[in-house]
């Protein structure tokens, strides 16, 4: 049995993610304990050294969770935060890192379950690559 | 500005790979307009750098230090009092500043973190293209403010080769013949026929053929 509890960074936007995330209380849906969310107001503001930096600090897998691309708040502000999380895949494929360690979910505000489901699905994924710093 | 990319991870990463103590130095200038070289870019190279050696079980130290400019030796003194504690610099100006940096301080070991490119400007966020060759006798007023020496792929000073076709460059569809644009801007401008005048040949001992080149004005000098 995999015991490993795979510790991730989820950056939320604060008009889309945490709205859904008041609909997942709400239905009493909780994130797993080991996802730690940063509320972002846009994630067009994320950069791509925010992305970098949780796993220089030990995180194993980190996700953005943002709007529909037709419905952004700031117009385009998930395109810009799509074409950071796909750089910084790039660059974690350079340095022999698994890409799939960063990822982008589309939600909206009534969307609680999938809200949920995200980090869950994250959190599966990064159980399965391990560890991202040897023991 | 002098438009400069990212040298891949893995080459730098093989640099200095002996190495224990590291210093990224960034320059506030042109790579920081094209967003290459500056104090936010010294961040994600310096932290790709501490990601990989962490994750390979080799955690290193590896520091941040960002320039006014790197080709100013008043600037580059601002270093004097801390490169002493590093093993190696990785700089991430043009090629004029790992040089300069080498220069200065001798016995430190300086490696260039970025691959410069071309004198060029943006022609929209993310894009930059070429031009100016530093040929050093400026000649864009004869054709319409543009430059065939930077801008056709063959230099060409008199007129289209035969690979112009349709406005493209025959070596690739997303090249412009620039010759194509000059002659189009001659006409709209009813200055077609100042093409046709007789010039000399350009003399190249100002460019690059004449070896490397040093300006000095005097009145300037201390």
Request: net charge neutral; proline share 5%; hydrophobic share 35%.
């Amino acid at each position: 049995m995999n015991d490993f509890k795979p510790r991730i960074l989820a950056f939320c936007c604060s008009n889309c993610a945490s709205s859904a995330a008041t609909v997942a209380e709400g239905m009493k849906k909780a994130l797993p304990d080991n996802v730690k969310i940063i509320q972002v107001p846009c994630t067009g503001r994320i950069e791509i050294l925010h992305l970098l930096k949780p796993f220089e600090e030990g995180a194993d897998g980190v996700y953005v969770a943002g709007c529909q691309e037709d419905s952004c708040q700031y117009v385009n502000g998930i395109a810009k935060a799509a074409k950071r999380v796909a750089q910084v895949k790039k660059m974690l494929e350079e340095l022999d890192i698994e890409p799939d360690r960063i990822r982008l979910f589309h939600l909206s505000a009534g969307k609680g379950q999938e809200y949920v489901e995200a980090a869950c699905e994250m959190v599966d994924k990064v159980k399965e690559l391990g560890p991202f710093l040897p023991a | 500005m002098i438009v400069a990319q990212p040298k891949p991870i893995k080459e730098v990463l093989e640099m200095v790979k002996d190495f224990k103590k590291i210093l990224v130095v960034g320059c506030k200038g042109c790579v920081t307009v094209c967003n290459v070289g500056g104090a936010k870019e010294v961040g994600i190279l310096a932290a790709s750098l501490r990601i990989a050696r962490k994750r390979s079980g080799y955690a290193i130290q590896v520091d941040e230090h960002t320039l006014e400019r790197q080709c100013d030796p008043e600037y580059i003194d601002e270093l004097k009092d801390i490169i002493g504690d590093y093993d190696a610099v990785v700089s991430t100006a043009c090629g004029v500043g790992p040089q300069f940096l080498s220069e200065r301080y001798p016995s430190t070991r300086v490696f260039p973190g970025v691959n410069t490119q071309f004198m060029g400007g943006a022609e929209e966020h993310g894009v930059w293209s070429e031009r100016c060759a530093g040929c050093g006798t400026c000649v864009v007023h004869y054709f319409g403010g543009l430059c065939p020496i930077a801008r056709c792929s063959k230099s060409l000073l008199n007129g289209p080769c035969g690979g112009s076709s349709h406005g493209k460059c025959e070596i690739s569809k997303d090249v412009e013949c620039i010759w194509d644009t000059i002659v189009n801007k001659m006409m709209e401008q009813g200055r077609l026929s100042e093409l046709l005048e007789f010039r000399p040949p350009k003399s190249w001992t100002t460019a690059r053929d004449g070896g490397p080149r040093k300006m000095i004005r005097e009145e300037l000098v201390k």
